[in-house]
């Protein structure tokens, strides 16, 4: 089976020329195909495996289809069978046949060859006739292999040369035979024209294909390329290398959200960058930080955490400075955050004491005890408290003794001399002085000598105590008896009392009757024996001895001994009878012959 190589017109075993287009027909001799031509068509069905020539040429790597011409250039000249020359722009006669190389068996599909330009031979694919689809092939010779793209001399060119278009003979004139169905024959110009531009756009259609091809397939493999780039920056991400996997995002352009994963990236860079600056207390930058994220994560609560630690370590400095007016105004605007209460209050607690301390240098005792009360145990507040009432209890007894209430003023300044506040143990002895003084005069107008004596004693040398001392020692009287009980009457008993010669102390003696009944007092000066007569009875007899008198009330006060007489055999009582005289013998005299205990002024 053949097909005319100008138009694809069918043609019958036996044409010369073509029907249609009058172009002469060349017999050649079939030639067996070799085994890489009976493989291709197979290979060729599929439309996708066309694709591989395309691509290799745009990858320049031509290689198979070099090697035939760089064969044939390298070959001797004697070795190649001349090719006749084809040119289409003329007719073919008949006297002149023109080759055709597509003579192949009827059972194979036919190869086309085209002329190849000078530029480097392009791979053909697809280029059928109108008709039924042709396979395309490329024959090799058997040898030696022929290029099939440059048509040679019948003398070889040099290398570097250029095949000239093939010569074509005119066609003649008279028409063809006709041919079932009978076609209208066409113009030989207007179909070479049509022919050269199916030719045409076949080429620029598969070179077209070809260019879609390579770009399609550069276009997924970038799109591969692109993906793995992605897979890779999402891994960098996951890792926690922002600072790769940004630039990578960066380098992916507008790839799926790789714009929103560099400002993502972005963000975690600068998160973390303001929590390390944070963790390190530069809290004034990572709030600069933390305010440029806006509401990412938790940037807005840490730049107000970070504000609030600014703010609570200017309250800190301020209470450190002593500043507590401000810093428990800049803790309560803090309200719960952290400590700030208590900060608060310990503010407030020294704001208090500072102002207790005020009003106790001011002397207003009052308000400043009131404060360090409520204060409690806080520094020395108790103590402060207590010397505020010391200073209360003190000033108010100042003004007591200014109104000579000295009693008064002493109750108050005895628990202050405890402490020795102040002067106060000198003005409690002021105050006993003057009271003591105060109570010696009036014990002297009531004719208690004894105890005017005492006080004037203890009133310290205040005013004339000293004076008044003298003025309550009494004279001594004569010896002898100073009372006598008048139902106590009768002298049928005679009494002497002996003292000691040397001892100048006067001597006081009462005479009790049996029923404790005073029945006679005797006064005996120093050396002196007075004698004394009493009524027959029985008698306790006491005797006190001393230096100052101070009458027959008080006697010699306290400071003298007071004693109760003992017969030698113990008894107390002394038995008088009528008409006897009795010799009494005191203290060490010489053949004393009485005995003596211990007896108190007040139960003498």
């Known amino acids: 089976m053949q097909y005319c190589t100008e138009c694809g017109e069918r043609l019958s075993a036996g044409d010369r020329f073509c029907n249609n287009c009058g172009t002469a027909v060349v017999q050649q001799q079939p030639q067996e195909p070799t ?42 000249p004697q070795q190649q069978s001349p090719q006749p020359i084809i040119n289409y722009n003329q007719p073919v006669y008949p006297h002149q046949p023109a080759p055709v190389y597509n003579t192949q068996p009827e059972n194979l599909p036919q190869t086309v060859y085209i002329p190849q330009p000078e530029y480097p031979p392009q791979p053909l694919y697809n280029t059928q006739p109108e008709y039924p689809p042709q396979t395309v092939y490329n024959p090799q010779p058997e040898n030696p292999p022929q290029p099939v793209y440059n048509y040679q001399p019948e003398n070889p060119p040099q290398q570097g040369y250029t095949q000239p278009p093939p010569y074509y003979p005119p066609q003649p004139e008279y028409p063809p035979a006709p041919v079932n169905p009978p076609a209208p024959k066409p113009e030989r110009k207007k179909a070479g024209t049509k022919k050269l531009a199916i030719i045409i756009s076949s080429c620029a259609a598969v070179v077209v294909l070809a260019i879609a091809a390579v770009i399609f397939l550069n276009i997924q493999a970038d799109r591969a390329a692109t993906a793995a780039a992605y897979e890779e920056a999402v891994t960098l991400m996951e890792q926690g290398r922002y600072a790769r996997a940004k630039e990578m995002f960066l380098e992916l352009g507008d790839y799926n959200d790789s714009e929103d994963l560099v400002v993502e990236c972005q963000k975690i860079m600068d998160y973390e960058m303001a929590t390390q600056l944070m963790d390190r207390g530069s809290h004034r930058e990572a709030k600069t930080a933390f305010e440029a994220l806006g509401s990412y994560r938790n940037s807005s609560e840490l730049a107000i955490e970070c504000q609030k630690i600014m703010d609570y370590e200017a309250a800190v400095q301020l209470l450190n400075n002593g500043n507590y007016t401000a810093a428990k105004a800049a803790f309560d605007a803090l309200g719960n955050f952290r400590d700030s209460a ?7 607690t020294e704001i208090d004491y500072i102002s207790a301390i005020g009003f106790m240098e001011s002397e207003s005792y009052e308000l400043a005890i009131v404060i360090f009360t409520n204060l409690g145990s806080y520094k020395d507040s108790e103590e402060l408290a207590e010397e505020c009432g010391n200073w209360i209890n003190y000033i108010e007894a100042v003004a007591l003794m200014a109104a000579e209430n000295h009693h008064a003023a002493r109750d108050l300044l005895t628990p202050l001399a405890d402490v020795w506040f102040e002067d106060s143990i000198f003005l409690i002895q002021d105050c006993n002085n003057i009271i003591n003084y105060n109570d010696g005069l009036k014990a002297l107008e009531d004719g208690l000598f004894y105890t005017a004596y005492r006080h004037f004693r203890m009133a310290g040398g205040y005013s004339d105590a000293y004076e008044k001392m003298d003025l309550c020692i009494q004279d001594q009287p004569a010896s002898g008896q100073i009372y006598r009980n008048p139902d106590y009457t009768g002298s049928a008993v005679s009494l002497r009392i002996r003292t000691p010669r040397n001892d100048t102390r006067p001597t006081f003696i ?67 009878q009528r008409n006897y005289n009795y010799t009494l013998t005191l203290r060490d005299a010489v053949d004393g012959n009485v005995g003596t205990q211990n007896e108190s002024r007040g139960g003498f």
């Open 35 to 76: 085994q890489q031509q009976q493989q291709e068509p197979a290979q060729q069905q599929e439309p996708m495996q066309q694709q591989e020539p395309i691509q290799q040429y745009q990858q320049q790597e031509p290689v198979q289809q070099q090697e035939p011409i760089q064969q044939y250039q390298q070959q001797e």
């Open 342 to 348: 208590v900060l608060a209050a310990e503010c407030q």
């Open 510 to 576: 009462k005479i009790y009757a049996e029923n404790g009944t005073l029945v006679s007092s005797v006064f005996i000066r120093g050396g002196d024996s007075p004698t004394v007569r009493l009524p027959a009875n029985t008698y306790m007899i006491k005797t006190a001895y001393g230096e100052n008198w101070f009458g027959p009330d008080e006697m010699f006060g306290d400071d003298n001994a007071y004693y109760q007489t003992l017969l030698l055999e113990g008894s107390t009582l002394y038995a008088f």
